[in-house]
């Protein structure tokens, strides 16, 4: 995942008409500043109010996800806010001159076009994503819909569909990572059972449809006077029932393309938290309610959390003991100041520290008073972060590490003997050239003792 956040760099427009409302509507992309995340703005209404896409603004969920704010509607949100997330851009003001995002194709893919010919231009802030570190469940038990939503190092997505249907079937769809959505996933529109169009055209309820924007599945017997009359009603001239049960109206891009159609609605609908997030959703038989219900259990959770401190099992499996850490780092006693790695990845670490009475330095600091240092406790942080980076070379015995810059100190509490250290850094952008931007912070118990920003560098030894 991208570590800053980032917009467009010039506006850009689509063009097309409401599903439901049939109402021809403009809708403009336009670079948007750093913390903005996307807010629709109904340019066609007096004061061109403003509806930020936020899970608390969800009014309706019946057929696409409608959000209201400042008096102000705007329908079927879920395409084109999965676009943006798809290409891992953050800041978007997107503005409309109607009610509802048009239909397009029924897909994100004309949405996405758009925005890589907006182009994508990267900010000076971070990216705020929010990892999940605990399961979190949503079941419908009378439409056997369950969500769950767990840990993971990327945004994952597992999909189950089964409308048993003997056209359909039970199907899967996976999204492994976001790179993936802009090939397996953008493209693949929505779908509707020939009986359920039906019933639509019947109360007048797409007055935007076209055979054009959706799969069409024909699950039972129809009749060639039922295809005639959907060929004048749709303006076509020959509408017949293909192989596998669908309308010859469009020709499915993958076999599985109704499960990957459902995982991009989670991925538009699950946008409504308000930030990226870092998490494997796994879902069966999803729906828009469903999928919003989640998003506000997730928002609940960032909510909780930015009132608590991380919690971190001391009792995980050791990944680096201190030989292995030894072997890795140049430090030795009485610089040693990493006792173990409990967690690591491509973008974070996690490292222990046990303080205790024999630590050299409380000879000094202070008699009577024994206070870890400050600038200890960076070095401390700093030795977790050099894991970090040193995990990236095969020969890490062979590279010296030298810190760059600190910035962002503070030290909110004492740590005397008898306290263990644990110390998260995070990438605040790509290791570059053996160059590192890290964020971290040290926790003793349920209260974080310090922070910092640093940057350090690896060497070579020649």
Known sequence: MQLKQSTIKKSVTVS????????????????????????????????????EADVDNVVDTSRGTTLQQNGAKVSTTEHALAALVGLEIDNVLIEVDG?????????????????????????????????????????????????????????????????????????????????????????????????????????????????????????????????????????KPNVEVKERGFLNNVQPHFQ????????????????LIGQPIRGHVLAARPGHAANVELAKKIKALIKRDRHQVRKFDLNAPTLYDVNKIASMLPHRYPFLLVDKIIELSDSHVVGVKNVTMNEWFFQGHFPENPVMPGVLMIEAMAQTGGILVLSTVPDPENYWTYFMKITEARFKQKVMPGDTIIFHLALVSPIRRGICHMKGEGIVGDKVVMEAEMMAQIVKKS
């Not at 008409?17 to 913390?35: D, M």
């Not at 004309?110 to 979190?136: C, K, S």
């Open 256 to 271: 599985n393309e109704p499960a990957r159609h459902k995982l991009l609605d989670i991925i538009g609908d699950l946008a």
């Open 99 to 235: 009610p509802e995002i048009p239909i397009m194709d029924g897909s994100s893919r004309p949405f996405v076009e758009a925005l890589l010919q907006a182009g994508r231009i990267e900010q000076n802030a971070n990216r705020d994503i929010y990892e999940l570190h605990e399961n979190t469940t949503y079941e419908e038990p009378a439409r056997n819909v369950e969500m769950l939503a767990v840990e993971s190092p990327e945004y994952r997505i597992t999909v189950m569909v089964d409308y048993n249907s003997p056209v359909l079937g039970t199907q899967h769809a996976q999204l492994h990572k976001l790179d993936e959505f802009e090939s397996e996933i953008s493209q693949c529109r929505t779908f509707v059972f020939l009986h359920e169009l039906e019933m639509l055209v019947k109360h007048n309820l797409i007055k935007g449809g076209d055979l054009n924007n959706a799969i069409v599945v024909v699950d039972r017997e129809v009749s060639q006077e039922k295809l005639d009359e959907l060929s004048k009603l749709f303006n």
């Open 16 to 51: 097309g008409v409401g599903l439901h409302t049939g109402v021809p509507v403009n809708l403009t992309f336009h670079p948007a500043p750093e913390n903005h995340w996307y807010k629709f703005k109904r340019v066609d209404l007096p004061n061109q109010p403003i509806i």
